[in-house]
């Protein structure tokens, strides 16, 4: 098991860049595809962006392809998310999540969940 800790949200304007951090304790961080999610208040949480456990291939929602990069580091347990030219709403509680080993057929569920870091974005 793998427990994500998320860190670097905060309050920005729009057209603004943040990076936002996650690093997940345990071995076997390598056998999770790790992804991106975010909640705003009175919506259902959305998918942001993902990346493969086992070829570093990268996902992304329609609304956030061509700002935002996904990016893990194995060594260091950890995965981040640059995203440039934030809008107003982007505003969410982002959230980082752990996938063991899924393959194809894979039905989208993730097995841990980080508490959430905040992003803020002012128009």
């Known amino acids: 098991q793998v427990q994500p800790v998320e860190s670097g949200g905060g309050l920005v304007q729009a057209g603004d860049s943040l990076r936002l951090s996650c690093v997940a304790s345990g071995r076997t961080f390598s056998n999770y595809a790790m992804g991106w999610f975010r909640q705003a208040p009175g919506k259902e949480r959305e998918f942001v962006a993902a990346i493969s456990w086992n070829n570093g291939n990268t996902y992304y929602a329609d609304s956030v392809k061509g700002r935002a990069t996904i990016s893990r580091d194995n060594a260091k347990n950890t995965v981040d998310l640059q995203m440039n030219s934030l809008k107003p709403e982007d505003t969410a509680a982002y959230y980082c999540?752990?996938?063991?080993?899924?393959?194809?057929?894979?039905?989208?569920?993730?097995?841990?969940w980080g508490q959430g870091t905040q992003v803020t974005v002012s128009s």
């Open positions: 999540a752990a996938a063991y080993r899924k393959t194809n057929g894979w039905d989208g569920r993730y097995d841990f």
